[in-house]
């Protein structure tokens, strides 16, 4: 574990970078060997405004950095934040302890926050208008929703004290669980429920992007799934009942446009309707 920390404590951005890359190269191809749903869609044209809001969520993250190093620079100096005040532990259980909180604040509040507040759930808009959820949807967020989820994660380290080693070891393991969890892969059942125990599973995460309520309002983790289940935000249904996309905004065609995502916060509030039965 001290190595993996040690590793994390100066990763160098290459290696961030190839982890983002890396990941969605990886899923992007088994995607095509064991596809969920057969989209009917050119995957290089849904793809585009995808990668488009990808490249602009590296950019503010990037940009923003030096505000993660020296918050976590900080808390360490000044042996500031909930994981420092504790008692002393092993570095394993240190790591998990300020892995699970950051991926609270950084992740499930953020997204529940941007679930309940009209004005930040018309910016995250831009991710659930995706009719057809694959790996590349996973960084489909507005640059707005970027700063926005950038502020929380800052939060987190503020609250919770993490250093540098767990900031990056967290940024890198949501990158791939993000990838994981949108991309469009067949799994088994079985598998996919024993993993939900732990951690947010493909089938879990996709309940959360059917189109309507009550299915929208659930399922906020990224990570683990240990939020959902203790705040009562976890919920199921059939994967074959899955429907993507959001009703209030049914067109598909400007939900693929990227001049009309990057417009799409500044539309009138809709929130899905759940009157209809699944």
Same mark, same amino acid.
């Given at each position: 574990?001290?190595?993996?920390?040690?590793?994390?404590?100066? *990763?160098?951005?290459?290696?961030?970078?190839?982890?983002?890359?890396?990941?969605?190269?990886?899923?992007?191809?088994?995607?095509?060997? *064991?596809?969920?749903?057969?989209?009917?869609?050119?995957?290089?044209? @849904?793809?585009?405004?995808?990668l488009f809001f990808t490249l602009t969520t590296i950019i503010i993250n990037f940009t923003l950095?030096?505000?993660?190093?020296?918050?976590?620079?900080?808390?360490?100096?000044?042996?500031?934040?909930?994981?420092?005040?504790?008692?002393?532990?092993?570095?394993?259980?240190?790591?998990?302890?300020?892995?699970?909180?950051?991926?609270?604040?950084?992740?499930?509040?953020? @997204?529940?926050?941007?679930?309940?507040?009209?004005?930040?759930?018309?910016?995250?808009?831009?991710?659930?208008?995706?009719?057809?959820?694959?790996?590349?949807?996973?960084?489909? @967020?507005?640059?707005?929703?970027?700063?926005?989820?950038?502020?929380?994660?800052?939060?987190?380290?503020?609250?919770?004290?993490?250093?540098?080693?767990?900031?990056?070891?967290?940024?890198?393991?949501?990158?791939?669980?993000?990838?994981?969890?949108?991309?469009?892969?067949? *799994?088994?059942?079985?598998?996919?429920?024993?993993?939900?125990?732990?951690?947010?599973?493909?089938?879990?995460?996709?309940?959360?992007? @059917?189109?309507?309520?009550?299915?929208?309002?659930?399922?906020?983790?990224?990570?683990?799934?240990?939020?959902?289940?203790?705040?009562?935000?976890?919920?199921?249904?059939?994967?074959?009942?899955?429907?993507?996309?959001?009703?209030?905004?049914?067109?598909?065609?400007?939900?693929?446009?990227?001049?009309?995502?990057?417009?799409?916060?500044?539309?009138?509030?809709?929130?899905?309707?759940?009157?209809?039965?699944?």
């Amino acid at each position: 574990m001290e190595t993996i920390f040690n590793y994390f404590e100066t *990763i160098p951005s290459s290696h961030r970078s190839l982890i983002l890359v890396g990941g969605i190269t990886f899923f992007w191809f088994l995607e095509g060997a *064991i596809p969920l749903f057969k989209f009917d869609y050119k995957k290089w044209k @849904h793809a585009g405004p995808n990668l488009f809001f990808t490249l602009t969520t590296i950019i503010i993250n990037f940009t923003l950095a030096f505000l993660l190093l020296k918050t976590a620079d900080w808390v360490q100096a000044n042996n500031f934040g909930f994981i420092n005040w504790l008692p002393e532990m092993p570095l394993w259980l240190y790591v998990i302890l300020g892995l699970l909180l950051l991926d609270f604040f950084g992740a499930y509040l953020a @997204h529940y926050v941007e679930h309940k507040i009209p004005k930040l759930w018309m910016v995250h808009l831009v991710h659930h208008s995706d009719h057809k959820v694959d790996t590349t949807t996973a960084n489909r @967020h507005h640059p707005i929703e970027s700063i926005i989820r950038f502020a929380f994660t800052l939060l987190g380290v503020f609250v919770v004290g993490t250093p540098i080693a767990i900031v990056f070891m967290y940024q890198s393991l949501s990158l791939i669980f993000t990838q994981f969890t949108h991309a469009n892969i067949r *799994i088994s059942p079985k598998v996919d429920k024993i993993l939900s125990y732990f951690i947010i599973s493909p089938d879990m995460h996709k309940v959360h992007h @059917h189109y309507k309520l009550p299915y929208t309002d659930s399922n906020y983790g990224n990570i683990f799934s240990i939020w959902d289940r203790i705040f009562g935000t976890y919920m199921e249904l059939d994967r074959e009942k899955i429907m993507y996309g959001v009703d209030t905004f049914p067109d598909e065609e400007k939900n693929s446009t990227l001049k009309e995502l990057l417009k799409q916060p500044f539309q009138g509030y809709k929130k899905p309707t759940g009157l209809e039965e699944v």
